[in-house]
């Protein structure tokens, strides 16, 4: 939109609003049309001491920095004249996940400080990866966090950081507009070996005469947000790709592939340009091939690039090239509406097979005289398997409630899921949205136990829970606490709540 345009609207806005006083026109709080709002900040959640890293089945201490931790957040308002129609603050963390616990109490946090703000229309977003802090004193049992920093410690350090950033993006956020785009970017491959007995396993070895496919499918769209002030300067950019930030693995703290990603775009279209990535359903995704992995390696070396780096940089390109086709259609005088509600999913049954494979894994590891750190994670996560199955026998434990945001803005549809997602859910969610653009957020914060994966019927069909912990990992029990069931509902309901939001008015 040209600002002479922009400046016409504005015109006609205001003799709108000037019927509104005489009471000529009613007042809708569903209005098609409404001035945008937005604001940036974002805050540095790296502490300056050592901290364990979680996302592996033990604890590691990050004694050194790749890349610094940054969660960037973006707030958004609805107005028509002074009156607020709408709100929602997005947060995108370089974290793992987050934790049961851990949105609410931020949110509580934040309650006295922006009174004027509703807390709920906030959420956390992780963007999965695996050299970030461990957010849960008690996340790995008899885990020895040495001299590093206690979560117990980093976790009101972090609220405090990001607090500042949320204050600071709502307090001045300013009118502008929004443009929206999609691009493509080969960032994210399927992460599940099928072999020819049918069992599954996760970067499974392909260099093997049973292998016979890979699981499932691969979507490498780059959905793109571009935000502009009034001189339709760009200042904001949030996107999704359906993949982890787990290019990279070790014991240094890091950002992955989202920190070399962010400095690219700031590069080339300014450093004040804030850049939210959010992961988009992945559950079965990972940035390492599972197919041409040799060939991949070369080419990065002949670039003279990490993988790391090699993502960052089509994610880049992506970016750079719909923000430059879509700055001839900003909006704004678009409809920003924003629906928090919770929904009831059917619990996956933990059936009497399973009950018995887990006791006896655990009646194993209690003979060993010694454990190693792996031994506590797998107990760990067998126990809670026969908790569950305890828990259905007294017909508890059948439902797992979920925090779920349906946002309209402009032609673009923002939903949210707490899962490491299947992809296959999010392809039906995008095919069957009635938006131009449906932009998916997994890792959001979960309301009760961490949501884990959510797997497919066909990612099941991989294999049961036996006494390796890693055969069909992602797909069994031990890992799921909603099933195939409970994935359609999510589906079922996400859709309905998209639908709604362009029936509405």
């Known amino acids: 939109m040209t600002f002479d345009r922009q400046r016409r609207r504005?015109?006609?806005?205001?003799?709108?609003?000037?019927?509104?006083?005489?009471?000529?026109?009613?007042?809708d709080r569903q209005s098609h049309a409404a001035e945008l709002w937005f604001g940036t900040a974002t805050a540095d959640i790296?502490?300056?001491?050592?901290?364990?890293?979680?996302?592996?089945?033990?604890?590691?201490?990050?004694?050194?920095?790749?890349?610094?931790?940054?969660?960037?957040?973006?707030?958004?308002?609805?107005?028509?004249g002074d009156q607020s129609l709408d709100q929602?603050?997005?947060?995108a963390c370089d974290l793992c996940v987050i934790r049961p616990?851990?949105?609410?109490?931020?949110r509580d946090y934040l309650s006295e400080r922006m009174p004027e703000f509703d807390p709920n229309k906030l959420f956390l977003a992780a963007t999965h990866t695996h050299e970030a802090p461990v957010l849960l004193q008690d996340r790995y049992d008899q885990a020895d966090y040495q001299d590093a920093m206690q979560p117990k410690e980093y976790v009101p350090w972090l609220f405090e950081q990001m607090a500042q950033a949320v204050e600071h993006a709502w307090q001045n956020r300013q009118q502008g507009g929004v443009a929206w785009g999609l691009?493509?970017?080969?960032?994210?491959?399927?992460?599940?070996?099928t072999y020819r007995d049918g069992t599954v396993r996760m970067h499974g070895n392909t260099n093997d005469p049973d292998f016979r496919h890979i699981e499932g499918f691969e979507d490498h769209s780059v959905h793109v947000l571009c935000?502009?002030?009034?001189?339709?300067?760009?200042?904001?950019?949030a996107l999704t790709l359906a993949t982890t930030a787990q290019a990279e693995g070790g014991s240094r703290v890091s950002a992955d592939f989202w920190h070399d990603a962010r400095n690219l775009i700031r590069d080339r279209h300014g450093d004040h340009v804030c850049v939210l990535g959010f992961c988009a359903p992945a559950g079965d995704q990972t940035p390492r091939p599972q197919v041409h992995r040799r060939a991949e390696q070369r080419m990065n070396q002949l670039r003279g690039l990490s993988l790391s780096q090699e993502i960052g940089r089509r994610v880049a390109n992506a970016?750079?090239?719909?923000?430059?086709?879509i700055a001839q259609d900003i909006h704004t005088d678009v409809p920003m509406v924003h629906h928090v509600r919770q929904i009831d999913l059917p619990a996956l049954r933990v059936t009497q097979a399973e009950f018995d494979v887990a006791k006896k894994v655990c009646e194993d590891i209690d003979t060993k005289t010694e454990l190693s750190r792996s031994d506590y994670w797998t107990r760990n996560l067998y126990r809670a398997v026969m908790d569950r199955y305890q828990a259905q026998q007294q017909g508890e434990g059948l439902t797992y409630a979920m925090e779920l945001h349906v946002i309209r803005l402009g032609d673009v549809a923002i939903t949210t899921s707490p899962f490491e997602l299947f992809l296959d859910y999010g392809i039906q969610i995008q095919a069957r949205s009635p938006a131009l653009q449906t932009f998916q957020i997994q890792l959001t914060g979960a309301l009760q136990d961490h949501a884990y994966y959510l797997p497919t019927p066909r990612a099941i069909s991989g294999g049961a829970l036996d006494q390796r912990p890693f055969t069909n990992y992602s797909a069994t029990v031990?890992?799921?606490?909603?099933?195939?069931e409970g994935g359609q509902v999510l589906v079922d309901r996400t859709v309905q709540a998209i639908q709604q939001l362009w029936q509405d008015p």
Do not use: W
């Open 183 to 193: 691009g493509h970017a080969v960032a994210g491959h399927n992460r599940r070996v």
């Open 478 to 484: 031990m890992n799921n606490l909603v099933g195939p």
């Open 227 to 237: 935000f502009y002030d009034l001189q339709e300067q760009l200042k904001a950019v």
């Open 101 to 106: 616990g851990i949105q609410q109490a931020f």
């Open 10 to 27: 504005l015109i006609a806005c205001q003799l709108v609003l000037a019927f509104v006083a005489f009471g000529a026109v009613p007042v």
């Open 88 to 91: 929602a603050i997005l947060v």
């Open 319 to 325: 970016v750079t090239d719909v923000a430059e086709a």
């Open 46 to 80: 790296t502490p300056d001491r050592p901290i364990p890293l979680t996302g592996g089945t033990s604890v590691r201490i990050g004694r050194e920095i790749r890349s610094r931790l940054v969660a960037n957040v973006l707030a958004l308002e609805s107005r028509v």
